[in-house]
């Protein structure tokens, strides 16, 4: 069964930092790996997806690298915002499979 | 499009209780999701739907938990009767194929069972 982690659990950054979210994930056997935003109360915002055969995707300010042989992919966000502040999950499609693996997420919090 | 809708936003129901929460994917898409959240568990998938046809509900807790997709634009997750352990929010979700697409999640339904 696929397992998918995220760390850290939460994140405090002051504005303006640079900052990685990691993600890593058990079997490598994936069709894709998909980051996505929630905020507080809210549904799930899809971010960035990155097909198994690619190694990474930019969105803006974000960059997603997926490394699959080793289990691990990163979220890049650059020049961060308050507005930023969210809960940022990973989740994974695999090839045995149809439905996203997600992790538990990371709770980012940009401080003005 | 309006991306997919779920209702209702919020629930509170008593324990016992049937619960119906309601889902109109986007037009167009083929797959279906039921996935439940909850602070300690994450987000699980419950039951997935392919051309209105459940293809997978083993992530259906138990028995007192059903899924229907009567036709393209419609999905059901029905509880009853309700316990307070089912108190969490539920978000569908649809692509345009089973797999290696993006997924698409309506605003969820916070369900509080008292």
């Known amino acids: 069964k696929q397992e998918v982690t995220q760390i850290p659990a939460a994140l405090s950054v002051p504005e303006g930092e640079n900052l990685v979210l990691n993600c890593s994930f058990t079997d490598s056997a994936i069709y894709n790996l998909q980051w996505f935003r929630q905020d507080p109360g809210k549904g799930l915002t899809s971010l960035l997806l990155i097909q198994s055969s690619q190694r990474e995707q930019t969105s803006g300010r974000l960059n997603a690298s997926l490394d699959k042989s080793s289990g691990r992919s990163t979220l890049y966000i650059a020049a961060s915002q308050p507005g930023d502040s969210a809960t940022y999950l990973c989740a994974v499609e695999s090839n045995s499979g149809y439905a996203l693996n997600f992790g538990k997420g990371t709770s980012l919090l940009v401080t003005p | 499009d309006a991306g997919v809708i779920q209702s209702p936003r919020h629930e509170v129901t008593e324990m016992g209780q049937e619960v119906t929460l309601r889902c109109k994917p986007i037009?167009?898409?083929?797959?279906l999701f039921w996935y439940r959240q909850t602070m300690m568990r994450g987000l699980e998938l419950l039951i997935y739907?392919?051309?209105?046809?459940?293809?997978?509900d083993s992530g259906m807790p138990e028995d007192r938990f059903s899924a229907k997709m009567p036709n393209a634009s419609f999905s059901t997750l029905k509880i009853q009767p309700s316990e307070p352990r089912d108190s969490a929010v539920y978000f569908c979700?649809?692509?345009?194929?089973?797999?290696?697409?993006?997924?698409?999640f309506g605003q969820g339904t916070r369900l509080t069972v008292v």
């Open positions: 037009s167009g898409h083929n797959s």
């Open positions: 979700a649809s692509s345009s194929a089973g797999w290696n697409t993006e997924a698409f």
């Open positions: 739907f392919n051309n209105n046809v459940p293809i997978d």
